[in-house]
């Protein structure tokens, strides 16, 4: 079992950066990846970034040039710099992870709220 504990999400103009932070712990080994997917309301959950251990990271096309994903060196904590905001950004964002797949574990949420 992993328990992931997200936080950074608020209130952020157009244009704007928030920077998302998780935190693994339990049965870390089952982390191999470790990434973020969001869901708008009245839209299905999608995911946004991902990056197993010692792989690149893959990013959905809508945040591909303004979302970072980076991963601590201890491979239990992952990062997700988002730059140029835009108002279709707002969403509950989850830290997911898993061992085979991507989604396997889930951490409550983040509200990301991109407005004027």
């Known amino acids: 079992q992993v328990e992931l504990v997200e936080s950074g999400g608020g209130l952020a103009q157009p244009g704007g950066s928030l920077r998302l932070s998780c935190e693994a712990s339990g049965n870390v080994f089952r982390a191999y990846f470790l990434g973020w997917y969001r869901q708008a309301p009245g839209k299905e959950r999608e995911m946004v970034a991902v990056?197993?251990?010692?792989?690149?990271?893959i990013y959905a096309e809508s945040v591909k040039g303004r979302f970072t994903l980076s991963r601590s060196a201890d491979k239990n904590k992952v990062y997700l710099q988002m730059d140029v905001l835009k108002p279709e950004d707002t969403a509950v964002y989850y830290c997911?992870?898993?061992?085979?797949?991507?989604?396997?574990?889930w951490g409550q949420g983040t509200q990301v709220t991109v407005s004027s």
């Open positions: 990056k197993g251990i010692g792989d690149s990271p």
């Open positions: 997911t992870g898993g061992a085979h797949i991507y989604d396997e574990y």
